[in-house]
């Protein structure tokens, strides 16, 4: 299928509305792909999404459950956290399944980059699978009230089925890490 890569809206000004250390928020006067004015907003992430799905020998995975303020709901997720712009993905993921899961790893195999809300976001997740795990001591942020569990992943893959687990980034690396092990490519 043949798709344009040209792109077909014209920015005629920009302002910056809000920025802090994690997002910025610009609202763009635009000119349309039906070439009517308009307005866009683009919130853009000054870090990566980084997302580790952790894989023991014995197929068992780790769930971090934590309250997450954005929405106002208790939620179950693999290991994720942010990777500052500029800095190596694999480092940050390495630093957040110790933060979060008090897990090493010696074997890393990146399975997925999304977008997680590209019509008002530029947020790249970048997802890897960790295999060959060590137990350390986490080191959360004082930020974060987690809860670790480790579980057989059939569990968690019926998690996500059954809608107990709506985390984008956690869905995506289940389905994957799911038909990679069916087809007997992990």
Known sequence: MHHPEDNPWKITSQK??????????TEYQVINPSGN????????YK??????????????TYL?????????QYSWEMPEGGGPEGTDPLESAKRELLEEAGLKASQWTEIQRLHLSNSVSDELSIIYVARGLTQHEAEPEDTEQLIIKKIPFAQMYQMVCNGEITDAMTVAAVLKVQLLLSEKLL
């Open 16 to 25: 910056s509305i809000y920025n802090n250390p994690w997002i910025g928020l």
């Open 64 to 72: 971090v459950g934590q309250y997450r303020f954005t929405i106002d």
């Open 37 to 44: 004015p308009g307005i866009y907003g683009k919130v853009h």
């Open 47 to 60: 870090n990566l999404a980084i997302g580790v799905l952790p894989l023991d020998e014995e197929l068992n």
